[in-house]
Each structure stands twice: as structure tokens, then as C-alpha cells.
């Protein structure tokens, strides 16, 4: 067991609804262990610029069903070299802090592994917390649940004005180096094709889907990852019309939405359970590792594995889209 004093809590990169759930859980636990805790906030900038205080067990009161974070979050060029992390070490120094909670993904683990390896002294755990769901280690990231259950109830009332209006829409989903947004919503409102960074799919398996499939329905949906090979969903749609000159067909980008809302009932868990396994992981000595839940069990995932991205979805996925998109 190790005697972790005062913890630092704090917030990076983009928000991802369920944070402030992951951030309620991480402080009454510690509080609950007599462990200080103080909020850093915005991220990395807030720890170089000392922009630190204290958090209670009131500080946690009615945020567990907000989006967003109330330590707000940013991104921070500073913290990229060596003398903005030095600088960031010399803040939380003085305000006692001896270990840190990170909430976030990929860019968040890849900046604590940095500091990590060059103050050791500071014990550090990260609760996954991003839309993409792109992070191994853990089945499922907070705020995803949430992200895709937005898309779906998006794209549901796309597709009754879809039929309506005999349209072909493109609709774009977040989701730059990963499609895991656009394959599950794909599948769950019966998209007809969908396009994602890991399959390298071009504009002609797209066209043969399109013609492969019945003439006799009246919309079409195609999802579409903003980080797919074929250009954005408005280079795809200008495509489909030069080609398909009878579709009509529109484009939509649901953007920033998909990071707003109140978190889902999984969201809020899963915030919980990782909120209180990061504090607990502190207590036990732990340190430069990713808490996650996979198949229910708890993992602890180091940094360097962590931040891998999936490099495949899964083929049973890709064999249930080509069947039901008839």
C-alpha cells in the first residue's frame, strides 16, 4: 500500500459526456480514504499556469447527470516540451499534489506518460474517457455510449425525411482515425453502407453496394467517419451525384452534438466503477496505467499499450452490414 497524500485531479482534450460522473467518483473515493484531492483545471495549461484548487465532496453534488466537465478542458502546446511539463511539475509541487487522476484519450495518456517518465514521483492513473472509443484496454470509453445513442436518435429523424423526400443522405459522424461511431450506428439504423477508416473502402465498392441493392427503396442512409480515406462526407456526396444524377442526395454533418447530452445509465456507470478503481489503483501502489473494464473485469493497462488504436473492426460487423443493407 502506498501513502498517496493529496491527488490531482484534472480534465484533457475534448470533453465526452460522463466525465463529470468519473469526476464525482474520484473524489468522494478519495475523500472517503482521507486523501486530499484538487481540481487542476483545463487540463495541462491549468497545471503549468497553477490554476488549482480544492475540491470537496460538495464540489461532486448534482453533476453526475451533466455533459461536459466542470474542470473544463483544453489542449496545450506548452505541455509538449520539457520545460512546460517542468513547469507543470513545479505547480503541482507546491500545491502538495503527489499523484494524478487523468481524465481522457489518446493525447491525454500520451502527455502523462511523458511527465510520468520524467518525475517518477508523481503516481499516475488515467480513466479512459473519449467518444472514439479507440483506446485498447478497455471495451467500452466513457462518453461513448452516450455519443452513439445521440447519432442514432439523429439519424432516425434523417431517415423519416429521408423517406418522405425519396433522398440519399450522407450523414458524417466523428470519429478521425477511428469508425467505431459510424459502424455500431451504422448498424442500428440500418444504414445501407458505411465507410470507415480501417476498411480503406473506395468510391467503387461504395457504387456496387448502391446497385446491389433493392430499387425499390425509397431513402437511403450511408454513414460516413470524418477521418475516411474518400474525402469528407461533402467530396463523397458530390461524387454519388455526378454518378447517380436520379438520387437526391443531401449531406449531413452532426458534429459537435455527438459530444453533448446528458450521459446514458452505462456511461454514468462505467464513470463510477473506473473512478473509484483509479483512486483505489493509487492506494495499492500503482502507477502509469489506463483503468478499463473488459468483459466486466477490471483492467489496469500501461500507457505505451494504451494508446494503440483498434487496427481492425470486427469482421462479424462488416458480415452483418453486407447482409442487412439489402
Same mark, same amino acid.
Given at each position: 500500500?502506498?501513502? @498517496?497524500?493529496?491527488?490531482?485531479?484534472?480534465?484533457?482534450?475534448?470533453?465526452?459526456? =460522463?466525465?463529470?460522473?468519473?469526476?464525482?467518483?474520484?473524489?468522494?473515493?478519495?475523500?472517503?480514504?482521507?486523501?486530499?484531492?484538487?481540481?487542476?483545471?483545463?487540463?495541462?495549461?491549468?497545471?503549468?499556469?497553477?490554476?488549482?484548487?480544492?475540491?470537496?465532496?460538495?464540489?461532486?453534488?448534482?453533476?453526475?447527470?451533466?455533459?461536459?466537465? /466542470?474542470?473544463?478542458?483544453?489542449?496545450?502546446?506548452?505541455?509538449?516540451?520539457?520545460?512546460?511539463?517542468?513547469?507543470? +511539475?513545479?505547480?503541482?509541487?507546491?500545491?502538495?499534489?503527489?499523484?494524478?487522476?487523468?481524465?481522457?484519450?489518446?493525447? %491525454?495518456?500520451?502527455?502523462?506518460? #511523458?511527465?510520468?517518465?520524467?518525475?517518477?514521483?508523481?503516481? /499516475?492513473?488515467?480513466?479512459?474517457?473519449?467518444?472514439?472509443?479507440?483506446?485498447?484496454?478497455? #471495451?467500452?470509453?466513457?462518453? +461513448?455510449?452516450?455519443?452513439?445513442?445521440?447519432?442514432?436518435?439523429?439519424?432516425?429523424?434523417?431517415?423519416? %425525411?429521408?423517406?418522405?423526400?425519396?433522398?440519399?443522405?450522407?450523414?458524417?459522424?466523428?470519429?478521425?482515425?477511428?469508425?467505431?461511431?459510424?459502424?455500431?450506428?451504422?448498424?442500428?439504423?440500418?444504414?445501407?453502407?458505411?465507410?470507415?477508416?480501417?476498411?480503406?473502402?473506395?468510391?467503387?465498392?461504395?457504387?456496387?453496394?448502391?446497385?446491389?441493392?433493392?430499387?425499390?427503396?425509397?431513402?437511403?442512409?450511408?454513414?460516413?467517419?470524418?477521418?475516411?480515406?474518400?474525402?469528407?462526407?461533402?467530396?463523397? =456526396?458530390?461524387?454519388?451525384?455526378?454518378?447517380?444524377?436520379?438520387?437526391?442526395?443531401?449531406?449531413?454533418? $452532426?458534429?459537435?452534438?455527438?459530444?453533448?447530452?446528458?450521459?446514458?445509465?452505462?456511461?454514468?456507470?462505467?464513470?463510477?466503477?473506473?473512478?473509484?478503481?483509479?483512486?483505489?489503483? $493509487? @492506494?495499492?501502489?500503482?502507477?502509469?496505467?489506463?483503468?478499463?473494464?473488459?468483459?466486466?473485469?477490471?483492467?489496469? %493497462?500501461?500507457?505505451?499499450?494504451?494508446?494503440?488504436?483498434?487496427?481492425?473492426?470486427?469482421?462479424?460487423?462488416?458480415?452483418?452490414?453486407?447482409? $442487412?443493407?439489402?
Amino acid at each position: 500500500m502506498t501513502q @498517496i497524500k493529496k491527488i490531482g485531479l484534472f480534465t484533457s482534450g475534448s470533453d465526452a459526456p =460522463g466525465m463529470n460522473a468519473a469526476i464525482r467518483a474520484v473524489i468522494r473515493t478519495a475523500v472517503f480514504n482521507n486523501i486530499e484531492i484538487a481540481g487542476i483545471l483545463r487540463g495541462f495549461e491549468g497545471m503549468i499556469n497553477g490554476d488549482i484548487e480544492p475540491l470537496t465532496t460538495k464540489s461532486a453534488s448534482n453533476i453526475i447527470s451533466r455533459g461536459g466537465t /466542470i474542470l473544463k478542458a483544453s489542449r496545450s502546446e506548452a505541455f509538449k516540451t520539457v520545460e512546460g511539463r517542468t513547469k507543470a +511539475y513545479e505547480e503541482i509541487k507546491k500545491h502538495g499534489i503527489d499523484a494524478l487522476v487523468a481524465l481522457g484519450g489518446n493525447g %491525454t495518456i500520451k502527455g502523462v506518460k #511523458d511527465f510520468g517518465d520524467e518525475h517518477p514521483d508523481i503516481k /499516475i492513473i488515467v480513466v479512459p474517457c473519449t467518444i472514439d472509443n479507440d483506446l485498447r484496454g478497455t #471495451d467500452f470509453t466513457i462518453g +461513448y455510449d452516450t455519443a452513439i445513442n445521440t447519432v442514432i436518435e439523429a439519424v432516425d429523424k434523417i431517415r423519416e %425525411t429521408a423517406e418522405s423526400h425519396d433522398r440519399l443522405f450522407i450523414v458524417e459522424v466523428m470519429g478521425a482515425d477511428s469508425g467505431m461511431i459510424a459502424l455500431r450506428t451504422g448498424i442500428a439504423v440500418g444504414a445501407e453502407a458505411i465507410m470507415v477508416p480501417e476498411t480503406k473502402s473506395d468510391l467503387n465498392a461504395l457504387y456496387e453496394r448502391l446497385e446491389r441493392g433493392r430499387k425499390d427503396k425509397t431513402s437511403k442512409i450511408i454513414m460516413v467517419a470524418e477521418g475516411h480515406e474518400p474525402g469528407s462526407a461533402f467530396q463523397i =456526396g458530390e461524387a454519388i451525384k455526378e454518378r447517380y444524377p436520379n438520387y437526391d442526395t443531401r449531406v449531413s454533418i $452532426l458534429g459537435h452534438i455527438q459530444r453533448g447530452g446528458k450521459p446514458t445509465c452505462m456511461d454514468r456507470v462505467t464513470a463510477s466503477l473506473l473512478g473509484v478503481a483509479a483512486v483505489e489503483a $493509487l @492506494i495499492k501502489g500503482r502507477s502509469g496505467v489506463m483503468v478499463g473494464l473488459i468483459h466486466n473485469d477490471l483492467t489496469y %493497462t500501461p500507457f505505451d499499450q494504451a494508446t494503440k488504436h483498434h487496427l481492425d473492426v470486427n469482421a462479424e460487423f462488416k458480415r452483418i452490414v453486407e447482409m $442487412l443493407s439489402l
